[in-house]
């Protein structure tokens, strides 16, 4: 109400003369076209269906690529960036590749690398935002401004790879679906693709890009345009002579394909509607619409926001003061958490030293009565080996008393012998003395 009263305050006034803030629009595109423009595509779709051809084709030069193989096990984003110029005005083109996608046998998870890639860039960008000092002026922004979706001409619907990845895709980038080398099918069959594709598109909920009508200028080219999506494209490097010039065209043994013949593909619909007509509006788009929905979630995910519960006027300082009061109250949370763990830590370390002592004591003991058996036997083995040197030693003795008795004896048999003799012939003059006495 007060934003309506307002405007409704506002007089409309007439200059008195020439002021100068007429060339303000002569400014911003001095500034501009000083600056240079940035532009990035995303391509997505299957090795060896022509992205890299309708690239070359699409901005008339020759980007340096590598031919992918079949054989990758994931999917990867190859970015390759470019400085282009026409005339005065300068671009820096960054061209993604998705290397490997479609290749692998279970394909269920091959949109997440891309997702990931393309939330990434959008990361980049909020992290320079939220900044204290920025530099978005001379920040080089890489997020997506197109992905150009490539469909395989052959079958007669959309992959459910495609509906997949496009669906995920569709809140974060704008989509363009293309239908690839769409010179290997006939005008008819052509025609009924992209109805079915259109229709699956729309069944399955997936929004691609739609030209704006908003605007005057191109209301009427958009809205036609509209109503060829998805573009059939052909794109080709080789020079052709067609009449009296030369085209870009695919040679064949009943004829040519003209790039650039509208009768024959619809490339010069999507170089028309890509770059000379909605380049700008793609890059609004992604500032306005995917940029800002990526932006929203991720700071409420942090906790910020611009209305408290009745619906009242939420200030950036009191969404600080509410959030750290939050920290606050979660990190005195974790910390008797992990004051708790500690304490739980500790009383379990305590039970673990207590058991390990009890079993060491255990041990002990064990070990002390084993060592104490073992001195016990050790002692009874001395006490009888003591025995039994002691019995040897009066064993030697006795033997060596013996021995030398034995000895002495045989010294002492020969003088005894003589002596024996003796008595024996002195015995008769004693025994005729003796009677003869007895006679007197």
């Given at each position: 109400?007060a934003?309506?009263?307002?405007?409704?305050?506002?007089?409309?006034?007439?200059?008195?003369?020439?002021?100068?803030f007429?060339?303000?629009?002569?400014?911003l595109?001095?500034?501009?076209?000083?600056?240079?423009?940035?532009?990035?595509?995303l391509?997505?779709?299957?090795?060896?269906?022509?992205?890299?051809?309708?690239?070359?084709?699409?901005?008339?030069?020759?980007?340096?690529?590598?031919?992918?193989?079949?054989?990758?096990?994931?999917v990867?984003?190859?970015?390759?960036?470019?400085?282009?110029q026409?005339?005065?005005?300068?671009?820096?083109l960054?061209?993604?590749?998705?290397?490997?996608f479609g290749?692998?046998?279970?394909?269920e998870?091959s949109?997440?690398p891309?997702l990931?890639y393309?939330?990434?860039?959008?990361?980049?960008?909020?992290e320079?935002?939220?900044?204290?000092?920025?530099y978005?002026?001379?920040?080089?922004?890489?997020r997506i401004?197109?992905?150009?979706?490539?469909?395989?001409?052959?079958?007669?619907?959309?992959?459910?790879?495609?509906?997949?990845?496009?669906k995920?895709?569709?809140s974060?980038?704008?989509?363009?679906?293309?239908?690839?080398?769409?010179?290997?099918?006939?005008?008819?069959?052509?025609?009924?693709l992209?109805?079915?594709?259109?229709?699956?598109?729309?069944?399955n909920?997936?929004?691609?890009?739609?030209?704006?009508t908003?605007?005057?200028?191109?209301?009427?080219?958009?809205?036609?345009?509209?109503?060829?999506?998805?573009?059939?494209?052909?794109?080709?490097?080789d020079?052709?002579?067609?009449?009296?010039?030369?085209?870009?065209?695919?040679?064949?043994?009943w004829?040519s394909v003209?790039?650039?013949?509208?009768?024959?593909?619809?490339?010069?619909?999507?170089?028309e509607?890509?770059?000379?007509?909605?380049?700008?509006?793609?890059?609004?788009?992604?500032h306005?619409?995917?940029?800002?929905?990526?932006?929203?979630?991720?700071?409420?995910?942090?906790?910020?926001?611009?209305?408290?519960?009745?619906?009242?006027?939420?200030?950036?300082?009191?969404?600080?003061?509410?959030?750290?009061?939050?920290?606050?109250?979660?990190?005195?949370?974790?910390?008797?958490?992990?004051?708790?763990?500690?304490?739980?830590?500790?009383?379990?370390t305590?039970?673990e030293?207590?058991?390990?002592?009890?079993?060491?004591?255990?041990?002990?003991?064990?070990?002390?009565?084993?060592?104490?058996?073992?001195?016990?036997?050790?002692?009874?083995?001395?006490?009888?080996?003591?025995?039994?040197?002691?019995?040897?030693?009066?064993?030697?003795?006795?033997?060596?008393?013996l021995?030398?008795?034995?000895?002495?004896?045989?010294?002492?048999?020969?003088?005894k012998?003589?002596?024996?003799?003796?008595?024996?012939?002195?015995?008769?003059?004693?025994?005729?003395?003796?009677s003869?006495?007895?006679?007197?």
């Amino acid at each position: 109400m007060a934003a309506t009263d307002a405007n409704e305050d506002k007089r409309n006034l007439e200059l008195g003369g020439h002021v100068g803030f007429d060339s303000l629009p002569d400014q911003l595109v001095s500034k501009s076209v000083a600056a240079g423009f940035c532009f990035n595509i995303l391509c997505v779709g299957e090795t060896g269906i022509g992205k890299s051809t309708l690239m070359n084709t699409l901005f008339n030069t020759t980007f340096e690529n590598e031919e992918a193989g079949h054989f990758e096990s994931v999917v990867q984003l190859l970015p390759q960036m470019y400085d282009l110029q026409e005339s005065n005005v300068k671009l820096k083109l960054t061209v993604v590749h998705t290397v490997g996608f479609g290749d692998q046998i279970n394909k269920e998870s091959s949109y997440k690398p891309i997702l990931d890639y393309v939330d990434a860039q959008f990361e980049r960008y909020l992290e320079e935002e939220l900044k204290i000092k920025r530099y978005l002026l001379n920040y080089h922004d890489t997020r997506i401004h197109i992905c150009l979706y490539f469909i395989a001409p052959t079958g007669h619907s959309l992959k459910s790879l495609d509906l997949v990845t496009m669906k995920k895709l569709d809140s974060k980038v704008n989509i363009i679906p293309v239908i690839a080398k769409a010179d290997t099918v006939s005008k008819s069959e052509l025609d009924k693709l992209k109805i079915k594709i259109m229709s699956e598109l729309v069944s399955n909920g997936v929004q691609i890009y739609q030209f704006p009508t908003e605007d005057e200028a191109v209301a009427e080219i958009n809205s036609s345009m509209n109503a060829h999506l998805p573009f059939a494209v052909v794109g080709s490097a080789d020079d052709v002579k067609v009449g009296n010039k030369m085209v870009k065209a695919r040679l064949y043994p009943w004829g040519s394909v003209q790039v650039e013949n509208e009768n024959h593909c619809d490339f010069v619909k999507l170089r028309e509607m890509l770059l000379r007509v909605n380049m700008e509006d793609l890059r609004d788009q992604t500032h306005a619409r995917h940029y800002e929905l990526y932006r929203r979630c991720k700071l409420e995910e942090m906790g910020f926001k611009d209305t408290d519960p009745d619906s009242q006027s939420f200030s950036l300082q009191e969404t600080y003061e509410a959030k750290r009061k939050e920290f606050i109250v979660e990190l005195q949370r974790k910390e008797e958490e992990m004051r708790q763990l500690f304490v739980n830590k500790v009383k379990e370390t305590e039970a673990e030293l207590k058991e390990k002592e009890k079993e060491l004591h255990e041990r002990f003991e064990q070990l002390k009565r084993l060592h104490q058996d073992e001195k016990k036997n050790l002692e009874e083995k001395r006490r009888e080996l003591e025995e039994e040197m002691n019995s040897f030693n009066r064993r030697k003795v006795a033997a060596e008393t013996l021995m030398g008795q034995a000895l002495q004896g045989c010294s002492q048999q020969p003088f005894k012998k003589d002596k024996d003799k003796k008595n024996f012939f002195s015995l008769p003059s004693a025994c005729s003395l003796t009677s003869g006495r007895n006679l007197n």
